[in-house]
């Protein structure tokens, strides 16, 4: 009996895209055509089939395809062609078009092979096509490719480009206007192209775009943005009533319908409220804005950006964290975290809006603290998205800030701790950064919990961090390391110490980069603020930290080096003899005789805190109990210390005089009197 007949099998996956990407080399047009479609169809809104397409070659098959139906198109020009001919050949060129648009949509990977097949320009010069439906699909694709950071910069100052730019805004074609306003809001970077767009009246076309279309009105308020941020002269102009009432358009539009739109009109007030705060001083649109923003927060169009829009409006301003906190912002904030499981974005933004309302307010973070929400935060430490894993360091070193929470030992307990360490290994450099910040805080503890902190490897890694080539890690591993020594017992010392090394302290102390030279010095300050057994770290090794401290305060010209610097020496000469005479040989040299003394120096600067950095050296210095107070005053008033100081007891740094004074009244009383 024959076996039954049955289908052949259709082929795998990976053939039948081969397939695809063969047929765009057809000889015939509407095989071409089809394919065109095809893949279209097949990657849009698909990054997986995009990146497949991508690995095949599509895009230099589709750009040979653009190329070579637009150079067909310039001779039909030329020629008397058939009706059809051309409008098969169009047909070509917007379906090219379109899938190269498809590629960069929201792609960087796709954006950037566009790019590298060299379409861009092809695309630019089809905007002047004769065919309007060519224009249009040409200007969508630009548009995609200008969403993308990798799009080539615009330079609006260089030869007609103004114009190209205003024939742009002058279309009536809306995805030729929308190009125009993309472009802006990806090119314009400076003040002076700011305030160039300004003067050629760009801003005013874009304001009569927002009573257009959804989408001319959401392009346009992005571009207005963009040139009015940070450009109080651009917004005094825009603000101004013969500018057709612009600003009252744009507060008009955070009524609007659209979600995004009334994000977009939000984002606009914001920026002219940070950028220029004494023109939007109503009470009453700042609560608005905060009110729309909370309630975009539930929008799921544009929910994952409202809390980046709120942090850039309460960030760094007690005025705007108090209303918000009047509204119930953190108490909703926190409601969203409780829902459930979010997006990464949305989870990114809502907690650096909750580090923004506890960057200044205690009661901000007492009410975060009694929802009992630093579970959440805790969470995300851990989570996959580095950009999640940074926000919740960010929020965690804000609501750390707390020197009542931080007296109560709150934050040194393994639920902080052990994440927070782990995320110092962490792949990502700007994650190891946002963990050593809050580390930094945590680890201040007034209540010297901190060998926890050590026996979970942070100690360690922090000294690995240290000696890291970039400098911004470096220099806050120092910072936070300074942190870990402060009020700690003198068995934490040597074990700190013991991990770190004099000679990695000392080459700490000298670095190349001047904020990890004073984060080091202040290091060392904490080390020999105490009892004596401290002030011993610095004599060491000969000496070693104790040399390096007088070297960096020959050397250094930064005041903040040198005030730590000074403070270290003040620390040191609160010791016994030895330690005093030891200072007074790195501030006053045998063989600097002839010299001014660096502590004349310091005494002379402009910086009131260096001024009283060294004065408070001296006070100790000439401590009266001290059997070789004399003999100090006595090379004090040699180096012309003593007359120095008498100068300054009108000093207008009251900190200054007073310490001026002491040094003066120690000395009389050490036996030096004031003839």
């Given at each position: ?153 615009y330079d609006f100052l260089q030869g007609n480009n103004m114009e190209f730019i205003q024939s742009l805004l002058n279309s009536e074609n ?201 579970k959440f935060v805790t969470d995300a430490l851990s989570q996959d998205s580095g950009e999640v894993r940074a926000a919740a360091c960010v ?41 050593l910040d809050a580390i930094s805080n945590i680890v201040v503890d007034f209540l010297a919990h901190k060998t926890m902190f050590m026996k ?220």
């Amino acid at each position: 009996m024959p076996a039954s007949a049955s289908s052949a099998p259709p082929p795998p996956t990976h053939s039948r895209r081969e397939d695809l990407i063969g047929r765009l080399s057809s000889s015939s047009t509407e095989a071409k055509l089809k394919a065109l479609r095809d893949l279209k169809n097949q990657i849009i809104g698909n990054r997986t089939k995009k990146l497949c397409f991508l690995k095949l070659g599509a895009v230099p098959s589709v750009t040979s395809i653009l190329s070579s139906s637009s150079a067909t198109a310039a001779a039909a020009a030329a020629a008397v062609c058939s009706g059809n001919d051309v409008e098969l050949n169009d047909s070509l060129i917007i379906q090219s078009a379109a899938a190269i648009g498809s590629f960069a949509c929201g792609f960087d990977d796709g954006v950037k092979a566009v790019l590298d097949a060299g379409a861009f320009p092809l695309l630019l010069r089809l905007i002047s096509y004769p065919n309007d439906k060519v224009v249009g699909a040409a200007a969508r694709s630009l548009k995609f490719i200008y969403q993308s950071k990798l799009a080539p910069r615009y330079d609006f100052l260089q030869g007609n480009n103004m114009e190209f730019i205003q024939s742009l805004l002058n279309s009536e074609n809306e995805n030729v206007t929308g190009l125009g306003a993309s472009i802006i809001t990806h090119s314009c970077w400076t003040s002076m192209e700011q305030k160039a767009l300004s003067d050629a009246g760009i801003i005013k076309k874009l304001t009569c775009m927002l009573g257009g279309s959804v989408t001319q009105k959401d392009a346009s308020l992005e571009s207005v943005a963009t040139i009015l941020k940070g450009n109080p002269e651009v917004i005094s102009k825009f603000i101004d009533p013969e500018n057709g009432g612009a600003l009252g358009t744009v507060t008009e539009l955070t009524k609007d319908k659209n979600s995004r739109t009334r994000l977009l009109a939000c984002i606009c007030l914001i920026v002219i409220r940070n950028s220029a705060p004494s023109c939007l001083q109503d009470l009453r649109i700042k609560t608005k804005l905060i009110l729309i923003l909370l309630e975009l927060l539930d929008d799921d169009q544009v929910g994952d950006e409202a809390p980046f829009a709120l942090s850039s409006l309460i960030a760094e301003k007690e005025d705007l964290q108090v209303l918000a906190f009047e509204a119930n912002v953190i108490d909703k904030l926190v409601n969203h975290l409780r829902k459930g499981p979010l997006l990464s974005r949305r989870l990114e933004g809502i907690l650096i809006a909750l580090a923004n309302m506890c960057s200044r307010l205690e009661r901000c973070r007492d009410r975060l603290l009694s929802l009992e929400a630093m579970k959440f935060v805790t969470d995300a430490l851990s989570q996959d998205s580095g950009e999640v894993r940074a926000a919740a360091c960010v929020c965690l070193k804000n609501v750390s800030r707390s020197v009542k929470n931080l007296s109560a030992g709150l934050f040194m307990n393994e639920s902080f701790v052990v994440p927070l360490v782990q995320l110092l290994f962490d792949d990502l450099t700007f994650v190891q950064v946002s963990a050593l910040d809050a580390i930094s805080n945590i680890v201040v503890d007034f209540l010297a919990h901190k060998t926890m902190f050590m026996k979970c490897g942070g100690l360690k890694q922090l000294v690995q961090l240290s000696k890291s080539m970039d400098a911004t890690i470096r220099v806050k591993a120092v910072c936070a390391l300074r942190n870990l020594t402060f009020l700690v017992s003198d068995k934490c010392k040597e074990e700190i110490l013991s991990e770190l090394t004099h000679l990695t302290l000392r080459s700490l102390i000298c670095d190349p980069e001047a904020c990890v030279q004073e984060q080091a010095l202040a290091l060392v300050c904490n080390l020999v603020d105490g009892p004596l057994d401290s002030i011993q770290h610095v004599f060491a090794e000969d000496a070693l930290l104790l040399r390096a401290v007088g070297q960096q305060l020959q050397s250094a010209s930064k005041a903040e080096v040198l005030i730590q610097g000074m403070y270290v020496f003040t620390n040191v000469a609160s010791g016994n003899e030895v330690h005093k005479e030891a200072v007074m040989q790195e501030l006053f040299p045998p063989l600097a005789n002839e010299c001014e003394s660096i502590m004349s120096k310091f005494l002379h600067s402009d910086d009131s805190r260096l001024r009283t950095a060294a004065v408070w050296a001296l006070v100790n210095l000439t401590f009266p109990s001290s059997s070789g107070a004399f003999g100090r005053v006595m090379k004090l008033r040699n180096a012309g210390i003593v007359s120095q100081l008498k100068n300054m007891v009108n000093d207008p740094c009251l900190d200054v005089k007073l310490r001026a004074r002491t040094v003066l009244g120690q000395s009389v009383t050490s036996g030096y009197g004031s003839t």
